[in-house]
């Protein structure tokens, strides 16, 4: 009796689009195994990268890379030569990219800002959001202060973690927690939210898709979808567009089934076993659906308006 090595792998879920944010490459506290599992396991027509990918202020500082990092730049590059479009937006902590805005990096697009059209019509601004915060406008001096409180308290929940785990507990974060109860913390996240939400309404946008805050969330705020894609330091988290244009948020640590236990540099069962080179994917028109262009009258990159109402593919 043989056995089909197949027939173990961990099925694909394919979406129409997944919105990732704050990966943080260059910081200790990134967490790149685990968004390669998330990888593997989902495949998409449209991949948005919505800033702080990579930590230029941390690489600055002190340089910190992982054989993983490369792993992981080089899975993003194999999708985007075959059915996925990549969309790089930078953030604040990449900023050092924005002299490169609205260039191709191979099949991998840099810009700020995008309009998304989602498969029922509907437009969602897609940013980074940090244009939209006090402490980044106008003191980079305290941003910074923040960001080393921040990486203090990613250092006291990874030990407290590994105490919880050893108990028989699941994963915790103190620094969501402090989010929603600092009353302080509490107010910077509204106003952000409120801010970033009149803006989506003066781009006459039915919603707006953002990260930067670290905080994962889906809302309507005065009757516009506020959508937050959270982080890949502490939260893992996602959201993804099913072929219906429904959007919803996925948390990698509390979906089981995402854990394959796979090695980071293990082989990618989506890839075929190819290499990093010598893959050309199928033409554009043979994938269903076109680069992103800019519509007549706007300056902003519009994504998946060409091929959204069309009918999602099956099999």
């Not at 929603?180 to 509490?186: I, P």
Request: with cysteine; aromatic share 10%.
């Amino acid at each position: 009796m043989t056995t089909n090595s197949k027939a173990s792998a961990p099925a694909v879920t394919r979406y129409r689009t997944i919105w990732i944010s704050d990966v943080h490459l260059g910081t200790k506290h990134s967490q790149v195994e685990p968004l390669l599992e998330f990888l593997r396991d989902h495949e998409c027509r449209y991949l948005y990268l919505v800033g702080d990918f990579i930590d230029g202020w941390q690489l600055r500082s002190k340089w910190h890379w992982k054989d993983s990092y490369n792993v992981l730049i080089q899975k993003l590059l194999r999708k985007s030569r075959k059915e996925t479009e990549v969309i790089y937006l930078t953030g604040n902590h990449d900023e050092f990219l924005e002299q490169f805005l609205n260039m191709n990096f191979g099949s991998v697009r840099l810009t700020r800002e995008v309009i998304h059209t989602a498969a029922n019509g509907k437009r969602y601004l897609v940013l980074h959001g940090h244009q939209f915060d006090g402490l980044t406008k106008f003191n980079r001096v305290l941003e910074k202060l923040g960001t080393r409180l921040y990486d203090w308290i990613l250092d006291f929940n990874l030990h407290f973690n590994r105490v919880r785990r050893s108990l028989g507990f699941g994963y915790w974060s103190l620094a969501a927690y402090l989010k929603f109860k600092a009353k302080s913390a509490v107010k910077y996240v509204t106003e952000y939210e409120e801010t970033i939400v009149q803006m989506a309404r003066k781009h006459n946008v039915q919603g707006v898709i953002c990260g930067h805050i670290h905080r994962a969330e889906t809302k309507t705020i005065a009757g516009v979808e506020y959508l937050n894609c959270g982080d890949w330091v502490e939260s893992c988290t996602a959201l993804v567009e099913d072929f219906d244009g429904n959007i919803r948020l996925l948390h990698f640590h509390e979906d089981n089934a995402q854990h394959t236990r796979r090695r980071a540099g293990a082989p990618d069962s989506g890839d075929g076993g190819e290499g990093d080179g010598g893959e050309g994917g199928a033409p554009d028109h043979e994938r269903g659906f076109r680069r992103g262009t800019a519509s007549s009258g706007s300056t902003l990159l519009c994504i998946g308006h060409e091929d959204a109402g069309y009918p999602h593919p099956h099999g």
